[in-house]
C-alpha cells in the first residue's frame, strides 16, 4: 500500500492506485480487522469443515501456481505459449483465477503529445486546448485524483498507433470539424466560437519536465520538441 501512496503522489492514475488499495485491504489479518470495526459490526465465521479445506488447499495452490507460471513466461519473453499448455489457463481463467492483474506492465519513458490545431485558410492555425494535458509549456500539472479526465486519459493511447486504440480518435477530429457542442464541451474551450475550422491537424511534440534551473529562468514547467504531424511520426512504444 505503501508503494500505491507514492504512485498516488508522484502521478494522476485517477482511480486505479486507490481500487488497488481496498483490494489489499482484504489481505488484513482477521484480528486486525476486529481491533478496527464496532463491537456491532464483528461477528464470528463458522467455517463448515477444515479437513475438508485442508484437501483442497493445496490443489487450489497447485492450480493458481501453474497458470500463474505460464502467463509470467509470456510477460518475460514475449512468446506465445502453444495451445495445448495455454487452454486450461484460459480455463481456469474463466473461473477468475490465474488473470494478469495490472493496468500497466511497462512505464513509457517518452511523452508524446498531440496539439489539435485548426485553421480557416491553411496558413493561420489555432490550438484546441485540453482542460489537464500538458499544453501551454507554463501549464503546471494538476493533481485529480480521484477523477478521471477520459478525453485526456485516451489520447495517451493513441501516440503508439495501435489501429485498435485509434478508431475513436478520428471519429473525434471529425466531430470537431462538425463543430459538436458536447465533443466540444470536453475541452477547455472552443478557440472557433463562430463556426467549426475548415482544415484540421494534429501536430505532435516530445515532452519533457524542465530543471529546477530552467524553471526559475523561464517560468516554464515543460520543454518540447517538434517531432512532426500526425500520423507521419514514428509510433511510440506502447
Not at 504512485?7 to 482484504?26: G, K, M, P, Q
Not at 519536465?209 to 524553471?215: M, N, S
Request: proline share 11%.
Amino acid at each position: 500500500m505503501l508503494m500505491q501512496l507514492l504512485v498516488i503522489a508522484s502521478s494522476n492514475h485517477n482511480w486505479i492506485n486507490l481500487l488497488t488499495i481496498a483490494l489489499c485491504l482484504f489481505l488484513l489479518d482477521d484480528r486486525i480487522v476486529a481491533k478496527i470495526l464496532p463491537q456491532r459490526l464483528r461477528c464470528r465465521a463458522q467455517i463448515p469443515d477444515r479437513q475438508k479445506a485442508g484437501f483442497l488447499l493445496p490443489i487450489f495452490a497447485v492450480i493458481i501456481i501453474t497458470t500463474s507460471l505460464t502467463v509470467f513466461y509470456q510477460m518475460v519473453t514475449h512468446r506465445p505459449l502453444p495451445d495445448a499448455v495455454f487452454r486450461p489457463t484460459v480455463l481456469v481463467r474463466s473461473w477468475g483465477i490465474g488473470h494478469i492483474f495490472h493496468v500497466f506492465p511497462t512505464m513509457q519513458t517518452e511523452r508524446q503529445e498531440f496539439q489539435i490545431e485548426g485553421s480557416y485558410d491553411g496558413r493561420t492555425w489555432k490550438a484546441y486546448p485540453f482542460k489537464y494535458k500538458p499544453g501551454p509549456l507554463d501549464k503546471r500539472p494538476e493533481f485529480i485524483i480521484p477523477h478521471q479526465p477520459r478525453l485526456d486519459w485516451m489520447i495517451w493511447f493513441v501516440p503508439p498507433q495501435i489501429p485498435e486504440l485509434t478508431g475513436w480518435f478520428e471519429l473525434f477530429l471529425q466531430r470537431l470539424r462538425q463543430g459538436s457542442p458536447p465533443v466540444l464541451d470536453l475541452l477547455a474551450y472552443n478557440p472557433f466560437p463562430e463556426r467549426p475550422p475548415r482544415y484540421i491537424r494534429v501536430q505532435v511534440f516530445q515532452y519533457k519536465f524542465t530543471t529546477a534551473k530552467e524553471r526559475r529562468q523561464s517560468g516554464n514547467w515543460w520543454k518540447y520538441r517538434y517531432l512532426g504531424q500526425y500520423p507521419y511520426v514514428r509510433p511510440r512504444r506502447p
